[in-house]
């Protein structure tokens, strides 16, 4: 919640976000949502998401489409985080510590970095 807070506070209101499409699920995280929080556009997850395509299947091929960008999340490096920019528009990501890409991060705690992606 505190790199949430963060990012609502200290990124352009456009701005567009990656982070694990499977945050949702990981310690400590408590199913707190991004987009409620942090107020800021982020790609498809893995966890909530797949509920509204169940409610709008006219998102499914969107979703899919996310989803498929991000498979391998946890191994991504620069190359993949400009491809999710050149793609998507993504200029921002959520990084778990210590970010393995060489990306400029502007805030950090002990366990997430938020990076800007040149």
């Not at 199913?31 to 107020?39: I, Q, S, V």
């Not at 509920?51 to 006219?58: E, G, W």
């Not at 400009?82 to 705690?109: K, M």
């Given at each position: ?23 949702m ?17 982020v ?6 998401d ?31 985080f ?37």
């Open positions: 919640m505190e790199a949430f807070n963060w990012i609502s506070h200290n990124t352009p209101v456009d701005s567009y976000f990656a982070l694990d499409p499977r945050y699920e990981m310690p400590g995280e408590d199913y707190h949502g991004f987009r409620a929080l942090a107020e800021r556009s790609l498809a997850d893995a966890v909530k797949p509920c509204i395509v169940v409610r709008v299947p006219s998102l499914g091929p969107r979703w899919l489409n996310e989803m498929h960008a991000q498979d391998g999340w946890r191994d991504f490096k620069k190359p993949d400009e491809r999710l920019r050149s793609q998507f528009g993504v200029d921002w990501v959520v990084l778990t510590n210590p970010p393995t890409a060489r990306v400029t991060c502007p805030y950090s705690n002990d366990r997430l970095s938020v990076c800007h992606v040149e």
